[in-house]
Nanobody
Framework: VQLQASGGGIVEAGDPLRLSCVDSGRAISRSAMGWFRQAPGNEREFVAAISYTYGNTKYADSVKGRFTISRDRDIANNPVYLQMSSLKPEDTAVYYC???????????????????WGQGTQVTVSS
C-alpha cells in the first residue's frame, strides 16, 4: 500500500482547494478511507472518512458543511478526494490520506482503525 496525497498549497481565506489521494499499491480496496490533519503544535485530528460500499461519510464538526469527501469505486488506485471550501486559517495543517484495515468498511473517525498513511500534503490558509 502506498498512499500518495496531492493538491495542497497556499490559498487565501474563503478559497477552495481539492486534495487527491491514490493508492499505488493495491488494485481495489473495499476498506474505509479518509483524511486526518495535523497543525503545528497540535495533535493529529480526524477530518473526514468514507466507506466503500455505499459511500457513507463522516466529518469532524469543524469541517462539516465546508468539506466533502468522495471516492471513485472500482477504479484502480482507489482514488479519494477532499473538496475543501470556505477555507479558514485554522484549516492550516498537513493533511494525511489514510486507509483502514480491510475489516473496517464503515467511515470510522478513530485513528487506530487506519493502518496505512500517506506522506501528507501541506495546506496553508492565509487570512
Amino acid at each position: 500500500v502506498q498512499l500518495q496525497a496531492s493538491g495542497g498549497g497556499i490559498v487565501e481565506a474563503g478559497d477552495p482547494l481539492r486534495l487527491s489521494c491514490v493508492d499505488s499499491g493495491r488494485a481495489i480496496s473495499r476498506s474505509a478511507m479518509g483524511w486526518f490533519r495535523q497543525a503545528p503544535g497540535n495533535e493529529r485530528e480526524f477530518v473526514a472518512a468514507i466507506s466503500y460500499t455505499y459511500g457513507n461519510t463522516k466529518y469532524a464538526d469543524s469541517v462539516k458543511g465546508r468539506f466533502t469527501i468522495s471516492r471513485d469505486r472500482d477504479i484502480a488506485n482507489n482514488p479519494v478526494y477532499l473538496q475543501m471550501s470556505s477555507l479558514k486559517p485554522e484549516d492550516t495543517a498537513v493533511y494525511y490520506c489514510v486507509s483502514a484495515r480491510e475489516d473496517i468498511t464503515w467511515p470510522s473517525g478513530r485513528e487506530s482503525d487506519y493502518v496505512y498513511w500517506g506522506q501528507g500534503t501541506q495546506v496553508t490558509v492565509s487570512s
